[in-house]
């Protein structure tokens, strides 16, 4: 049960806990003090006590770089790789926002800026937790979490950013170590090195669960490394069990720990959920509005209702459903993507036959009640079907940027399909008008050239 009690943890006690050590040394009123079980104690954080409290530290950085928060700062990958896809539509004013929908993103977006070290936070994070449990619990099961939460935020910053991000550490004596910068192939080899190492602890302690988790990241990695991975992966879930769901869960306990979509949404109306953006994004808005049954032929994967105007007083705000309050969950990893990457490994032999692409799709939309899908014609057609599933099955969950990716980059390792085919182009709508830039991650920003001396921009913006 660790990990969900984990998640519900502050990422920042772990250091509050120091400054409160510092304090009530020098106290006169310790008469007065009376015990906060909220408040981690300096034993908390040390030897393999502290283990656990290190774990929740880093599911609480995670959570903030991957589903945001409720401060409205720290939007989270969710959020940010939705904007910059065609999952959400902007409704306000920020223009450092606005470069983000518009995918012409400079160096110096202090958004972007912001979100690149909350994203960096989590890695070395996640870092400091596997590491401790690799030299005080190499047999603890939490160990296999923590992994495979570092592989994640590897495999995230590789989905995400161009080629070239650098690797900042922490030395024993807590300096800043500025690292050189990786490749988008070697940021995934991480990740990898990580599931590889998660999964083995996973079985060894028979536990199906934390396995589960390892297996789904290997197999996103493999598929984002190349497209010529698709039979490797497909293997390596076809053990995830249906049951099988990895959350990361957020409350309304306190504004850090709040959802970051409904923020943004629901609280703000920052942006709305898409609807064709661009003139060749999905349309994600026939998904069922409240009292709408899916027997009308809306898509229960995608709800929304309309909250009014946004921000700008000028767009109408369509907010997701999926995030209707500031505790709902953010789907990390589950059975639903193992299935989809098995349907994507049988494009290229068996798309239609028993146990193909098309069975697997029209079974996973059966167990919703909705209609099946006919045959795509021909096999590009098959590709952006057997793709526009997967966004409706993953929407806002921070899959689309990388699988927008994997659809333009050129085979064998991608698949090869015109940016204007797939990618919101042509002219903006959106608040300043103007045209969609060719952007297809974000790139490193400025602060981190400052800061870092081996990092000197992106190697290269590929997809």
């Known amino acids: 049960m660790l990990n969900r009690i984990a998640r519900r943890l502050g990422g920042r006690r772990a250091l509050l806990a120091a400054s409160a050590l510092l304090l009530s040394a020098?106290?006169?009123d310790k008469v007065l003090q009376v015990p906060d079980p909220d408040v981690s104690r300096p034993s908390d954080i040390t030897g393999k006590a502290?283990?656990?409290?290190l774990l929740a530290a880093a599911v609480g950085d995670f959570q903030v770089a991957f589903s945001g928060t409720g401060s409205g700062g720290d939007e989270g990958l969710v959020n940010m790789s939705g904007l910059f896809t065609d999952e959400f539509f902007f409704t306000e004013t920020f223009p450092t926002r606005v470069q983000v929908d518009r995918r012409s993103i400079d160096v110096n977006n202090s958004t972007m800026s912001n979100i690149y070290f909350e994203v960096q936070r989590a890695r070395q994070s996640t870092f400091r937790a596997e590491s401790a449990y690799a030299a005080l619990a190499p047999t603890d099961p939490s160990y296999s979490e923590a992994l495979s939460l570092e592989g994640y935020?590897?495999?995230?910053?590789?989905?995400?950013?161009?080629?070239?991000v650098g690797i900042t550490k922490m030395d024993a004596n807590a300096n800043i170590v500025s690292g050189a910068p990786l490749t988008t192939q070697q940021m995934l080899d991480s990740a990898l090195n990580r599931f590889t190492k998660a999964l083995a602890v996973a079985k060894?302690?028979?536990?199906?669960?934390?396995?589960?988790?390892?297996?789904v990241g290997t197999a996103r990695a493999l598929?984002?490394?190349s497209t010529a991975n698709l039979a490797a992966a497909a293997d390596t879930v076809k053990a995830v069990t249906p049951d099988f769901v990895y959350n990361i869960f957020s409350s309304s306990n306190t504004t850090r720990q709040n959802n970051g979509v409904f923020e943004l949404q629901w609280n703000e109306g920052r942006w709305t959920q898409a609807n064709k953006e661009g003139g060749v994004g999905l349309p994600f808005r026939s998904g069922c509005k409240p009292g709408q049954s899916v027997s009308s032929g809306c898509d229960p994967r995608t709800p929304y209702a309309d909250l009014g105007l946004g921000f700008d007083q000028a767009r109408e705000v369509y907010g997701t459903l999926k995030y209707s309050n500031r505790d709902a969950p953010t789907?990390?990893?589950d059975w639903t993507e193992a299935q989809l990457i098995i349907a994507e490994s049988q494009l290229a032999t068996n798309y239609a036959g028993a146990n193909g692409t098309l069975a697997i799709l029209n079974s996973l939309r059966a167990g919703v009640g909705m209609a099946p899908l006919a045959p795509a014609p021909d096999p590009q057609s098959q590709v952006l079907q057997l793709f526009s599933e997967r966004a409706f099955w993953l929407y806002a969950t921070a899959h689309r940027e990388g699988d927008l990716r994997r659809l333009v980059r050129a085979a064998p390792d991608g698949y090869g399909i015109a940016q204007n085919l797939v990618w919101p182009n042509g002219t903006y709508t959106g608040r300043g008008g103007g045209q969609y830039?060719?952007?297809?991650n974000f790139p490193i920003p400025l602060d981190e050239t400052n800061a870092n001396q081996n990092v000197k921009g992106c190697l290269d913006r590929n997809p």
């Open 204 to 215: 060894s302690n028979n536990d199906s669960y934390l396995a589960n988790l390892a297996r």
């Open 153 to 164: 935020s590897w495999l995230l910053i590789a989905e995400v950013y161009c080629s070239g």
């Open 26 to 28: 020098c106290s006169v």
């Open 223 to 225: 598929l984002f490394k």
């Open 331 to 333: 789907v990390l990893a």
């Open 50 to 53: 502290g283990l656990p409290t």
């Open 437 to 440: 830039g060719t952007d297809v």
